[in-house]
């Protein structure tokens, strides 16, 4: 999915600052996994950002932030069983509705990436409502990529795609995260359970 080829219509702008590191609220630099300084590379990369609060009254804190190079991403993902992987098209293919979300950014002047971010652009659940969600776009050097990205993802969507996962796959995730994306202890029993 991110992967993909870029679209012709893809354009190309300032990382917005919801894309920044929570942590330092500068520029995220480099691949958590490899370490590759992502401004000396022409590949794109991918960030990642989930929030989480207990009470929707409650400003969203940060659980975990990361940025990824393109070939650790596809590494990362090849650790993933065939059923879990055909599974999660699967659900991105029935909940995902790529065409009216580029409809409504190439026939509009104005770029509305940010309303993108509103909604889980799976389950269209506002983010209003949401205890835990994550954001996820895509970038080549100090540019972020409009095109299919930036996604709001709901943490219920999370859930049930991590329901159709093998336990392999599963497997794969916990890795994942206790190797790069040391998630404060606080936020470790919301983590779905392997
Ligand atoms: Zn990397």
Sequence with gaps: MLTDELHPNSTLIDIPPAFHSSS?????TSCVACGVQLFDEVLPYIIEKAYFR???????????EYSICN????????GFSDKSIARLEEFWDLHYKQEERLE????KDEINYLDWMERCCLLDLPRSELPMYQVNGLFIGKKMLLEECPWLVSGKAMDEMMQGYSKESKLRTLWFSKKYLN??????KYLPKV
Excluded: R, V
């Excluded at 330092?24 to 995220?28: A, R």
């Excluded at 409504?104 to 026939?107: A, N, R, V």
């Excluded at 998630?183 to 470790?188: A, H, L, M």
């Design 183 to 188: 998630i404060p202890e606080e936020f470790q």
């Design 71 to 78: 070939p650790c991403f596809e590494d990362y993902g090849a």
């Design 24 to 28: 330092t609220g500068k520029l995220f």
């Design 54 to 64: 207990p009470n929707l009254s409650e400003k969203p804190k940060t659980m975990f």
């Design 104 to 107: 409504s950014f190439l026939i």
